[in-house]
């Protein structure tokens, strides 16, 4: 069984759903994409703009500076600062109406012989887990989707009501857990607070697992993730029966070149290394400056897998966005076919015997 670990299915950007208005998935995406690695350009000569273009004055939603952000076409986001516009190729070229029906991620895990994919569920995408839900109907043998909650109100009863309707009623299969969503809070909230303890009850009892995005966007990109990094760590210990998921990989700014090889440090691998918690790899997409099959991300695999062995690395596509780097074939292949020091029986393991065991499934 290969599954892919990252996918995604959801309707137009920018649009109402479920409890999430428009306006808030646009704060969200804004805050998400402003120090985006791609970079904005001008819209009237394609010129890049200063990677300070959307600096907010602080880390929070409410901080961020009002700059017209708007859904674009194919792929684009657009905004205005200082009479200029701008764009950003966010998501691929082919990618017009700005929408991903399931039926597309379907077409392409056909194509390349893919059994299931995980749904992920950021707030970028909006509030999705009735959506959600229907795609599995749809598809029943196909999709695993995951449940969101409002992460910053996570310990109010409504959320843990939310959670318990999106797994018994819904019939979502884990927690997507979204660190930056803590923005909407101004950020005086933290992933492993003793108030959200009825949450994580809540999660042991439906014997669900969560995937974790640390990304914060924070204007100190590095000690903010560094920060989270430690908390999940507290966290994972605290939780020790409770399955987990490090999503997206690592984030660059957390591997350094050192002499001759690439690090991670130190406290990254500590909190990796919990038995509970997994790693989904998602390299491909991180290593947009090297040509297939990505030397860089090699290394950075290897590594890895040295350190955390290959019972706790899963792999993840990130589709459709993934596309905007690679194709769904190379997001595979540069770890199928090249990755020479995992086994045949690794590689089982990396494209689907982890997720199959995490999810409970027969592989």
């Not at 309707?11 to 109402?16: C, E, I, K, N």
């Not at 819209?43 to 929070?60: K, N, Q, T």
């Not at 884990?174 to 909230?189: K, N």
């Not at 998921?245 to 909190?271: K, M, Q």
Request: aromatic share 12%.
């Amino acid at each position: 069984m290969i599954i892919d670990a990252h996918a995604h299915a959801f309707p137009r950007f920018g649009t109402d759903s479920g409890d999430q208005t428009a306006e808030t998935q646009l704060q969200i995406i804004q805050h998400h994409v402003q120090f985006h690695v791609q970079g904005w350009r001008r819209r009237r000569d394609g010129s890049r703009a200063e990677p300070g273009l959307l600096m907010p004055s602080g880390d929070a939603i409410v901080d961020m500076p009002d700059v017209n952000m708007r859904i674009g076409q194919y792929g684009q986001l657009e905004c205005t600062v200082g009479g200029e516009d701008y764009y950003l190729q966010w998501y691929p070229c082919w990618f017009r109406d700005m929408t991903a029906p399931p039926e597309l991620m379907v077409t392409n895990m056909d194509y390349l012989g893919v059994d299931k994919a995980v749904l992920q569920h950021d707030h970028v995408y909006g509030s999705l887990n009735e959506y959600l839900s229907e795609v599995m109907e749809r598809y029943p043998d196909r999709y695993l989707p995951l449940a969101q909650i409002r992460e910053w109100e996570a310990d109010r009863e409504e959320q843990l009501e939310r959670l318990e309707h999106a797994v018994t009623t819904l019939g979502l299969k884990g927690l997507y857990f979204m660190v930056e969503a803590f923005a909407f809070s101004g950020f005086v909230d933290n992933l492993d607070d003793a108030k959200f303890e009825p949450l994580w009850e809540t999660v042991r009892r439906l014997q669900i697992p969560v995937f974790w995005y640390l990304y914060t966007s924070h204007r100190d990109r590095f000690g903010g993730y560094m920060e989270q990094v430690r908390r999940l760590d507290r966290w994972a210990r605290a939780h020790a029966d409770i399955p987990c998921v490090f999503t997206h990989g690592l984030e660059t700014i957390a591997i350094r070149p050192r002499s001759e090889r690439f690090d991670i440090p130190a406290e990254v691998l500590t909190c990796l290394k919990n038995p509970n918690i997994s790693l989904e790899v998602m390299l491909h997409l991180m290593a947009p400056d090297t040509a297939y099959p990505f030397p860089w991300a090699q290394e950075i695999l290897k590594l890895l897998y040295d350190e955390l062995g290959p019972e706790k690395l899963l792999w993840g596509s990130d589709m459709p966005a993934a596309e905007r780097n690679v194709t769904y074939r190379q997001s595979m292949d540069y770890v199928r076919l090249h990755a020479d020091f995992m086994s045949g029986q690794d590689k089982a393991l990396f494209f689907g015997g982890n997720a199959a065991r995490l999810f409970k499934l027969d592989a």
